[in-house]
């Protein structure tokens, strides 16, 4: 079988991580982290592609600490819209399909229900302001490419929600949790199908892929405390009791419209979140 070379930016980030654990037969990965790449350094981005001639990119590397990015809005943006612009056009140099990994944190929240891949885009936080313009990098760049957004991302290794309630559940007796913002969670595992499955069949454009099913962060947390047996109570806050830098779109649900007309599904998010804490290093 010919393989196809893909590079794959972010590579020990969650995402990146998962990608390579799929060990697609038909792809030999070339994964740079960012101490390989560092995505805002133009010279560095374009000798590498020249060099690996990739096939396909996978772009997962960004700026994911919301709270960080709200406060250092020039890293936000340097990482996440100039370092896809880079990437962007190193894919064009050496024509290669490119698949830019976007986020919910593009709406800002105040649909009703779950937001399709051709609602309007009005981010209300740095992070969702500065993915935005990467996906016009990326799609002014480029016409071979899929924009994947998706929402709530974790995985058994990497900083993220299931790992902090953990956590917390470990230490606590009782614990609040948001529950008037809502999202899907979605496995980092299940994400990667998806990704591979895109790039392999799906027209060039948007697509939302996130595991099917919404929950607000206190459902989610509950759920965890459920599935590992702990006994510390949950009790449920409004937004506005947990004061963070960077506000969560309150609606940040996705739904595709073109992925279930190609075949391409993931799982429900409590199968995923079961499948991850079976896996969950001791
Ligand atoms: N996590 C979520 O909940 C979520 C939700 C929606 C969308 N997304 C999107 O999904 C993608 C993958 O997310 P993830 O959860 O896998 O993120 P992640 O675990 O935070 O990984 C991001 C990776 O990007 C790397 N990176 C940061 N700055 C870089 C730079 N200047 N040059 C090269 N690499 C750099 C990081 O490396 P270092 O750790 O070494 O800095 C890290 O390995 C991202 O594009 C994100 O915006 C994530």
Redesign the pocket.
Known sequence: MSQRRVLI????????QALQDLALPGWAMEPL???D????DWPAVRSRFESLSPDLVIH?????NVDRCEREPEWAFE??AL?TRHVAQGSALVDAQLVY?????VFNGGKSGPYHEFDQPNPISVYGAS?LAGEVEALNATSKCHVV??????AEH???FVRTMRGLMDRLDRITVVDDQDSNPTY?TDLAVAVAEIAARAPFGVYHATNEGTASWHEWAVEIADRIGATTEVAPISASEFQRDAEPPANGTLVSLPLARLGITLPPWRDGLKRCLERWPE
């Open positions: 930016t972010g590579a020990s980030g969650q995402l990146g982290s960012s101490a790449l560092d995505v805002r997962t590397a960004a700026a994911t990482v996440n370092g990994i976007s986020t919910n944190y993915k957004r998706t929402a709530s991302v974790y990497g900083n993220n980092a």
